[in-house]
């Protein structure tokens, strides 16, 4: 009897060992722009171990400035790709067989920003006046036709500033700029530049950035996808308890930050961003019905030329996996 349990004991060991050594799925996680902070929770999951200890081994892998933002994830160079909701529909309508599985931002991060003594108070004051963005495309310019869609305005002034909308608005050249809330905005205020936020519209049917891959990968890899979401979700929790050693940890990914100004407006858009990350509910929580309505809105103002159901371009496999 005895060695009967013994060798059930070491059956157990061995199996034990073999779980304990067994190689967790590598994957490649595309971020969609050079680095920065507002990729705080990867770089914090990285640091830290919290995809390891997920199960799942994570490469960062970040886009070039003028990179296109699909490409490396149709070649097979990234298995998952940080992106706009939005991007992926209109990916989809291009024929791209891409597939969101997770929202990280629950609340679009465009906003309408006007100077502090600007007697604009709503997106409806804007009839009239001028407003300037960075051009006809991306999100900025699809949380504008959503404004201009909402509260029917017909005359707008709508001027393509480049990336210029701090000048723009501090010299008058227009009344209002279209930017993002965690990045135009604080950079204004770091700046000394006072300025006021405004949203766009109630209920605005965009949906901004998630997590996305190939349409044909969920099958073999809805668990790593899971993984990886386990990992960001800890980064989160860690950096909202732990400010100050997020922003030492982001130093070693981001180049310049070891400049105190650089550092402080890296600071700024860190606690403008975590708030997006955090929303109300789960991290990476798909709301279907905005999804629904995005698909409608986008097809409705052209700016998809073929109609992409929701349900084409996102899915909730990976949260209902976890």
Not at 66 to 95: C, H, I, K, N, S
Not at 274 to 291: C, F, K, M, S
Request: aromatic share 10%; glycine share 10%.
């Amino acid at each position: 009897m005895k060695r009967i349990v013994a060798a059930l004991a070491a059956v157990a060991l061995l199996g034990a060992c073999g779980a304990q050594t067994e190689e967790a799925e590598s994957v490649t996680v595309g971020m969609s722009y050079v680095p920065d902070v507002q990729f705080f929770p990867f770089y914090v999951a990285d640091h830290e171990g919290f995809f390891d200890d997920a199960g799942v081994a994570v490469t960062l892998r970040h886009h070039g400035a003028q990179e296109p933002l699909f490409t490396a994830l149709t070649t097979g160079e990234e298995d998952v790709l940080y992106a706009g909701g939005d991007e992926v529909m209109y990916a989809r309508a291009e024929g791209i067989d891409v597939v969101n599985f997770a929202t990280l931002y629950q609340e679009y991060p465009v906003t309408l920003i006007v100077p502090e003594d600007s007697d604009i108070t709503s997106p409806a004051d804007l009839e009239g006046r001028s407003v300037g963005l960075p051009g006809e495309y991306g999100a900025n310019w699809f949380g504008l036709l959503a404004m201009l869609d909402e509260y029917e305005l017909e005359n707008v002034d709508i001027q393509s500033i480049g990336f210029t909308q701090m000048a723009a608005l501090s010299r008058g050249d227009v009344d209002a700029v279209v930017g993002f809330i965690n990045n135009d905005a604080v950079a204004m205020e770091s700046q000394g530049f006072d300025v006021r936020t405004i949203d766009l519209a109630p209920n605005l049917p965009l949906i901004g950035p998630g997590l996305s891959a190939r349409g044909d990968s969920f099958d073999e890899f809805t668990d790593a996808y899971a993984a990886i979401l386990e990992g960001v979700e800890k980064a989160i929790d860690f950096a909202a308890e732990n400010p100050e050693e997020t922003i030492d940890i982001v130093t070693t990914y981001v180049p310049g930050m070891s400049d105190p100004e650089v550092r402080a407006a890296a600071t700024l858009t860190f606690n403008a961003t975590l708030p997006l990350y955090q929303g109300d509910g789960r991290i990476g929580v798909q709301d279907t019905a905005r999804w629904e309505a995005m698909s409608e809105f986008m097809s409705g103002t052209g700016l998809i030329s073929t109609d992409v159901p929701a349900d084409e371009a996102m899915t909730t496999s990976v949260i209902d996996a976890r």
